[in-house]
């Protein structure tokens, strides 16, 4: 099984940056695809990026391009998630996961494994 934990979120003003971390279980991490979901309060959970297994297939949903960047360090066995020019828009709680398929994904339900969150807020 794979443990994933967030880390790095926290109130910033708009305009600024943040880098998220996830650190995963150091079993299979390498093989496996990762992505970065958000859930805002009272919506539902949406993609913000994914990478494959190899870092070499990036996707990144419409809202954060360009201004967004994910990338793995299969070495340390993390996911970073490097956030600029934030918006309010951006707030939510960030969620890391995995799934057992080296290939990209952009839909929740391809994911096996999520962390527990870490929250991002963004004042105006």
């Known amino acids: 099984q794979v443990q994933l934990v967030e880390s790095g979120g926290g109130l910033v003003q708009a305009g600024g940056s943040l880098r998220l971390s996830c650190a995963a279980s150091?079993?299979?991490?390498?093989?496996?695809?990762l992505g970065w979901f958000r859930q805002a309060p009272g919506k539902e959970r949406e993609f913000v990026a994914g990478?494959?297994?190899?870092?070499?297939?990036?996707r990144y949903a419409d809202s954060v391009k360009g201004r967004f960047s994910i990338s793995r360090d299969n070495a340390k066995n993390t996911l970073y998630l490097q956030m600029n020019s934030l918006k309010p828009e951006d707030t939510a709680v960030y969620y890391c996961?995995?799934?057992?398929?080296?290939?990209?994904?952009?839909?929740?339900?391809?994911?096996?494994?999520w962390g527990q969150g870490t929250q991002v807020t963004v004042s105006s």
């Open positions: 150091p079993r299979t991490f390498r093989w496996l695809a």
């Open positions: 990478i494959n297994w190899s870092g070499g297939d990036t």
């Open positions: 996961a995995t799934r057992g398929n080296g290939g990209t994904a952009t839909s929740g339900v391809d994911y096996d494994y």
